[in-house]
């Protein structure tokens, strides 16, 4: 019975395509079969919304006359530093940017009010956003500062390019110290008053192709409101972790690098989020599209919150000195009942990736498919796999040695 | 019997009046605090559940008033903007009277103003400032 993304497309141009979303399709499959199923489901779509700090944006802002040469000089867009070491006017703002005399965590906790994830949201929202620029003076570029109202719709190309997003599974944290910790898993009260979890579950995109065997290069998808592309796995990809029988990663795994116009997206699909004591960061919407190719990945797509295995991970020792130690494994629909339990101890949990808004995006994401106004593509390339030896590797720390004087470039005095 | 929630604000030179005394053996209140924050040399800040019939309650706030007190409903002091709400559920795990609680089947954030004592350990935990308290 296997079909081709060509002919779930025809489907699709005709209306016929039948199209559930990655929670619909478990009731499906359990009342007619995976086999009886898999006939007649076409595309299961997933979404994820949440905090994703390795987003971020480019922009060619266009010329100013008389020209300046933005690239290696400094620029801001509202005060937070935009990197500038491009071509003349290309920038590139990360998520997590702070303003240079932001107090950061001087304070503790910082309230990190602002920053690059904000200047994203505003822009998509259509706002105004203020840009300066320094630079050096050159004969083809020769003006020195700029201070300028921008705004999205002026800027020639904006392009939002995240080099990780849509982790495949991801640690449960909780705090065995005695003293509240401030992390990017949010506020987590001393002795396990809280355990905090971060995963769309049976929604989550990679938790529904869970060995990639439909997701690659070239896969267009739900991106901030707007359609976007897979352009590579993300960074720290690593494909080769403990699996439950069903292929379920019990670890994080799999990560995607996607990109997509940020001129067609939506402020209520990239939101600004201020994590106190840790940082800023971008909220990110992201749903894929899963083409029922056979009954195996159709299988794959009716995975449920109970099938999932999260690790739960102590924030206080295990995570900053990078100990692999696991406390507990639960499942997803463990977490989203609101109650853990760790050892003998019962413990409360809270979510920081939005499992309504994850369904939002599912259906958003079926409804321009059964419209037509979304088609499939065929992968041009696979993610590392499972099997591929493809690992995430730890920063191999090698002291640095002064060079000898007479190598010097600055010889001593 | 009614109840009100009153957030109270304490001018400094108020601060070492027995002022819960006086609401009870004045008034005839029964104060319940549920937060209080008094210092030396500070505005202080108390919020309270007062009950007892209609009248009383009324000449309670009149006297706290008329001493200098300010008195704000619970209700006006805390807000929960849905529209900047992305429904993630941080904020369930600090909330110690589950005023923000969450509807398990569509897995959507609700705030019952009735619950909250505005205790504030919500604000720090929402990326999102969807909370707000005017007195914060």
């Known amino acids: ?72 000089g400094r620029v801001t867009l509202n005060e937070v530093p935009i990197y500038a070491g491009f071509a003349a006017v290309d920038l590139f703002l990360g998520a997590t940017a702070l303003a240079e005399d932001d107090p950061r965590n001087k304070v503790f906790p910082g309230k990190f009010a602002y920053g690059g994830g904000h200047v994203i949201e505003e822009l998509v929202a259509g706002k105004d956003v203020r840009l300066t620029a320094a630079a050096y003076v050159t004969d083809c570029y020769p003006r020195r500062t700029l201070d300028t109202m921008v705004r999205l719709e002026d800027m020639n190309e904006a392009v939002l390019f995240n080099m990780r997003n849509a982790y495949q599974n991801y640690n449960v944290a909780v705090n065995l110290s005695d003293r509240v910790l401030y992390t990017y898993m949010g506020v987590l009260q001393p002795r396990m008053r809280n355990a905090n979890y971060c995963t769309a579950g049976q929604l989550s995109p990679l938790l529904n192709d869970p060995l990639y065997r439909t997701v690659g290069v070239g896969t267009r998808i739900f991106l901030g409101g707007g359609q976007g592309l897979v352009v590579s796995h993300g960074t720290q990809h690593n494909p080769g972790v403990v699996r439950t029988a069903q292929g379920v990663p019990k670890r994080g795994a799999g990560t995607l690098a996607v990109m997509g116009d ?66 507990a494994e639960v499942t997803v629909a463990q977490l989203k009942s609101g109650e853990i339990t760790v050892g003998q101890k019962k413990v409360v ?43 995430f590797k730890p920063l191999k720390e090698r002291p640095w040695e002064s060079p000898q004087a007479s190598h010097s470039r600055f010889p001593p005095f | 019997m009614p109840k009100k929630k009153v957030v109270l604000n304490f001018p400094p030179h108020l601060i070492d009046q027995p002022m819960t005394y006086r609401l009870i053996q004045e008034h005839g209140l029964v104060v319940n605090i ?78 019952d103003r009735e619950k909250c004592i505005a205790c504030e350990l919500c604000l720090r935990v929402c990326p999102y400032q969807a909370i707000e308290m005017s007195f914060e």
């Open chain 1, 1 to 72: 019975m296997a079909k081709t993304i060509q002919e779930i497309n025809e489907k699709i141009r005709q209306g016929k395509a039948v199209v559930l979303t990655a929670e619909e399709v478990i009731g499906v499959v359990q009342a007619k079969g995976v086999k009886k199923a898999a006939q007649e489901v076409d595309v299961v779509t997933t979404g994820t919304f949440a905090p994703m700090c390795s987003s971020g944006a480019y922009f060619n802002m266009g010329h100013s006359n008389p020209r300046i040469k933005m690239g290696g």
């Open chain 1, 262 to 327: 940020l001129k067609n997206m939506s402020s209520l699909w990239l939101r600004g989020a201020s994590f106190t004591g840790y940082g800023v960061t971008l909220t990110v919407g992201l749903g894929i599209p899963i083409p029922i190719l056979d009954e195996e990945i159709l299988e794959f797509t009716a995975v449920r919150d109970a099938d999932i295995l999260a690790p739960v991970v102590d924030y206080s020792e295990a995570y900053p000195n990078c100990q692999t130690e696991v406390l």
């Open chain 1, 349 to 391: 949990t809270a979510g920081l990736s939005s499992y309504a808004r994850a369904r939002e995006i599912a259906l958003i994401l079926k409804r321009w498919i059964e419209t037509g106004s979304f088609l499939l593509t065929e992968p041009v390339a696979f993610l590392p796999g499972a099997d591929s030896g493809y690992v």
């Open chain 2, 34 to 111: 549920l937060r209080a924050r008094i210092n030396p040399n500070e505005w202080g800040r108390m919020v309270v559940e007062l009950s007892g019939p209609k009248a009383k309650l009324e000449a309670g706030r009149r006297f706290l008033v008329e001493l200098g007190v300010g008195v704000e409903s619970l209700a006006q002091e805390v807000r929960w903007q849905e529209e900047r709400c992305i429904h993630c559920t941080a904020c369930l795990a600090p909330c110690p009277t589950h005023a923000l609680n969450v509807d398990r089947a569509s897995m959507t954030v609700f705030f």
